[in-house]
């Protein structure tokens, strides 16, 4: 098994800096475990790290998928894993670093073997799915899953498009059940991880929430969008649907002000964050940080144990 480091906390936590400092001391190349910044494009909006930054240290799944396209966990772990079996190859150490929790245990502790996916055909039922969603409503969709798997129809709600929709594109493309693949014994990891959270208080993340949005705000974010908008992407391509871009695609329509704006990002990221913090409370880690300052050597020490026990 081939240990990983990983860094893992909500949004406005500090992994970037932390995540860079980690990757200097140990020789690492980061592997991006964030669902948004993916996307080409997509800059201000998903706090991607900057070009100085990349230039520092090498940042991988980031910035190579069209905003247009989307993007799941499977396909994560799957991109993630080549990145990982290339750096263990040549000595290097992979530093997962995200906010995107399902995309960090789906890689780690895959629930199912993600079957590889015809990606035309794949968009081509999205679309279709999510038309009739617009027109009739994601209960007809709760109604069609029904009628393929009752298993999953029972233990998702009518209103969950998200999870609804993926049960049925499952069905479709595969012809299996998502309940079935679900049941299938779990196949075994293939990495030994070191899981590190940074989770500070809840009154200093709010505090860098929202001075992180008036910032993005500040920066160019309308901007970015507007560019977008400009050269053809449609308001609803599924990278503007990012934490954030609906408010401001909102903005530029004229249906909020940008103080509006402003509050709506900042509300949406403290219920986006608490639901990252939920989440990350289920998951194993080996290290909690929860202090304003990190200290780096008490996370290489207990890496370097880590390696010990685990060795490349």
């Known amino acids: 098994m081939i240990p990983v480091l990983v860094l893992a906390g909500p949004t406005a936590s500090g992994k970037t800096g932390l995540a860079v400092e980690l990757a200097k001391a140990t020789g690492a190349e980061v592997v991006s475990a964030d669902s948004r910044q993916v996307y080409r494009g997509l800059d201000v909006g998903t706090a991607k790290p900057s070009a100085e930054i990349r230039a520092e240290v090498v940042h991988h799944l980031i910035d190579f998928l069209d905003p247009r396209d989307s993007y799941n966990a499977g396909s994560f772990a799957r991109d993630a894993a080549v990145v990982i079996r290339k750096l263990n190859a040549s000595g290097k150490t992979p530093l997962i670093c995200g906010g995107t929790g399902f995309y960090i245990e789906a890689l780690l502790n895959p629930m199912f073997e993600e079957p590889v996916l015809e990606r035309a055909r794949q968009e081509e039922i999205r679309t279709e799915l999510k038309r009739i969603a617009d027109e009739q409503g994601s209960a007809a969709l709760h109604e069609k ?168």
């Open 145 to 312: 899953l029904a009628e393929v798997d009752p298993q999953s129809a029972k233990r998702l709600h009518p209103n969950d498009f998200q999870r609804v929709s993926r049960a049925l594109e499952m069905y479709y493309l595969t012809g299996r059940a998502m309940s079935e693949l679900l049941e299938a014994p779990r196949p075994c990891s293939s990495y030994r991880p070191f899981q590190v959270l940074l989770d500070p208080p809840r009154e200093l993340l709010e505090k860098n929430i929202a001075v992180r949005s008036q910032r993005m705000l500040d920066g160019g974010w309308i901007e970015e969008v507007e560019r977008l908008l400009a050269e053809g992407l449609p308001e609803d391509a599924p990278g503007l649907q990012s934490l954030g871009y609906v408010e401001v695609v909102a903005h530029i329509r004229g249906e909020l002000t940008r103080d509006e704006t402003l509050e709506a990002i900042k509300r949406k990221t403290r219920q986006y964050a608490k639901r990252q913090r939920t989440w990350f409370n289920r998951s194993p880690i080996q290290l909690r940080l929860t202090g304003v300052s990190f200290i780096l050597d008490e996370i290489l020490d207990m890496w370097h144990s880590h390696l010990d026990q685990h060795p490349l």
